[in-house]
């Protein structure tokens, strides 16, 4: 006896159906666009963007001004007992850290720049630290701090950090509040030799369209440099909400930020016309007391969740049991603590320029592989 589906599982089997229908058809489902090309597609809009840029504005000035008030509280004591270091930020550890590897991968570049973009980098210090170490490697003549959290950009300003001396003392510098989102910035075309973001790309809703932007205001075989947080960025946070919401109501939410994939990271470079990418990976393991004190460090940097998708209010049980499976399930190694994974994914892409080497053309080599024969081998003597 025939039975009618209802009107909800239709809904659910209707894409299912006419997917199935399709692929019987090879030529029109063997073809799948590349990743940068998917991205580029679907414009950031208010409807399709993945994060409230909003709010994550208050979440990075709440950030910066929390910064400010440790720095006020503590600074008096430092100019007391005249103490040559500036206080240190307790949750700033973070991106202080990935800065110093960011600013050695910089040196080792050893590229000349006059010209130097700074995008809104968390501690605006990468720049700074770029400014001192390579003064003499070609030197930067020029720095331009771009933010859109003016307490951010002018978090650090008369505090005596080692970022902002250097910079100052080296280079001109200029710190300008605009949204990074907004295009054309105000930049003309070839402005910079050296365009670095250290731990930002993640917040933005259209990378590709920013590259773009990148690519626009730099010189012709120019830099791009980067760091940002990769797709397997606190796995165990994201596991243990997700199994205790589920338990709780049923539901799952987004609690993270939909981070890039490595294995995209390329080709969103060539895809936007960046010449000779390349990509590094570093896995990084940070241990907690438990997983409210990490909720807490990362909303004290500034890295709350702002996706669109998000719940407006989680409940309190929620978080208790998301608690106890992190616990039970990602313990530190002496059972006392728990275990916080981060991948950092460092890119350095150039502008298009006639001295950069370029594969020859196809069909012109003078040799095939079948034609080499290794007769003898290192050691094979007798």
Request: negative net charge; proline residues 5%.
């Amino acid at each position: 006896m025939a039975t009618s589906a209802s009107p909800t599982l239709s809904r659910f089997l209707a894409p299912r159906i006419s997917c199935a229908i399709s692929s019987s058809a090879p030529s029109r489902c063997r073809y799948r666009r590349p990743f940068w090309q998917r991205c580029l597609s679907s414009q950031s809009n208010n409807e399709t963007a993945p994060f409230d840029r909003s709010i994550k504005l208050k979440q990075r000035t709440r950030s910066a001004n929390a910064a400010k008030s440790y720095y006020d509280h503590h600074h008096h004591h430092h100019t007391q007992h005249n103490s040559p270091h500036p206080p240190t930020i307790p949750y700033d550890y973070f991106h202080r850290e990935r800065r110093g590897d960011f600013v050695w991968r910089a040196i080792c570049d050893g590229a000349a720049v006059d010209d130097e973009l700074e995008l809104d980098s968390e501690d605006h210090h990468a720049g700074g630290g770029i400014v001192e170490n390579n003064y003499g490697r070609g030197g930067v003549r020029k720095l331009v701090q771009l933010d859109s959290c003016r307490e951010m950009l002018h978090r650090d300003v008369g505090y005596d950090c080692d970022g902002d001396n250097a910079s100052n003392a080296v280079c001109e510098t200029y710190k300008l509040v605009a949204d990074e989102e907004r295009y054309p910035w105000s930049f003309p075309d070839g402005t910079f030799d050296l365009v670095i973001s250290s731990m930002t790309f993640h917040w933005v809703n259209d990378l590709p369209k920013l590259l773009m932007e990148i690519k626009r205001v730099l010189k012709p075989d120019g830099c791009l440099l980067f760091a940002l947080p990769g797709g397997n960025t606190l796995p165990e946070l994201r596991s243990s909400l997700v199994l205790s919401e589920l338990e709780r109501t049923g539901g799952v939410s987004t609690h993270l930020g939909p981070y890039i994939d490595v294995s995209n990271v390329g080709g969103l470079l060539t895809g936007t016309g960046f010449q000779l990418p390349t990509v590094d990976v570093d896995e990084i393991s940070i241990g907690y007391p438990n997983m409210m004190v990490l909720m807490e460090h990362l909303n004290r940097m500034g890295e709350g969740n702002a996706c669109k998708a998000r719940r407006e209010r989680v409940g309190l049980g929620t978080f208790l049991g998301a608690a106890c499976v992190y616990r039970e399930l990602y313990p530190d190694e002496e059972g006392e603590g728990v275990v916080a994974s981060a991948q950092v994914i460092y890119g350095i892409a150039w502008k298009e320029h006639e001295s950069q080497q370029k594969p020859l053309q196809r069909g012109s080599a003078t040799k095939s592989m079948t034609e080499i024969a290794v007769t003898k081998t290192r050691g094979s003597e007798d």
